[in-house]
């Protein structure tokens, strides 16, 4: 079993840019890929990008690529979402989840393992 704790979220307005963390502790790094995903009130867990436990693989939703960058450094066992171009839409909690059979193209949250408290990013236009 792994814990997850995101940070960066915060108030911005549209264009400009986040980077969210999420530390991860218990099980072995490497041994695990990671996604993130985002949720707004009323709304299903919706899927932003994920990321191969090492590094080769990475897989974004249409509606974050290009904007969007997903990456993990080992050192601080920490996955990053590195977030530009914000715009009013991006508005959502967002969680990091492992993904213990490493799929990476796993864009369901009932295939994920574990997952984060959430941070709460809001774009304002």
């Known amino acids: 079993q792994v814990q997850l704790v995101e940070s960066g979220g915060g108030l911005v307005q549209a264009g400009d840019s986040l980077r969210l963390s999420c530390a991860a502790s218990g099980r072995t790094f490497r041994s695990y890929a990671m996604g993130w995903f985002r949720q707004t009130p009323g709304k299903e867990r919706e899927f932003v990008a994920s990321i191969s436990w090492s590094d080769s693989r990475k897989y974004y939703s249409d509606s974050v690529k290009g904007r969007f960058t997903i990456s993990r450094e080992h050192a601080k066992n920490t996955v990053y979402l590195q977030m530009n171009g914000l715009k009013p839409e991006d508005t959502a909690v967002y969680y990091c989840?492992?993904?213990?059979?490493?799929?990476?193209?796993?864009?369901?949250?009932?295939?994920?393992?574990?997952w984060g408290q959430g941070t709460q990013v809001t774009v304002s236009s």
């Open positions: 989840a492992a993904d213990y059979r490493n799929k990476v193209v796993a864009t369901q949250p009932f295939e994920y393992d574990d």
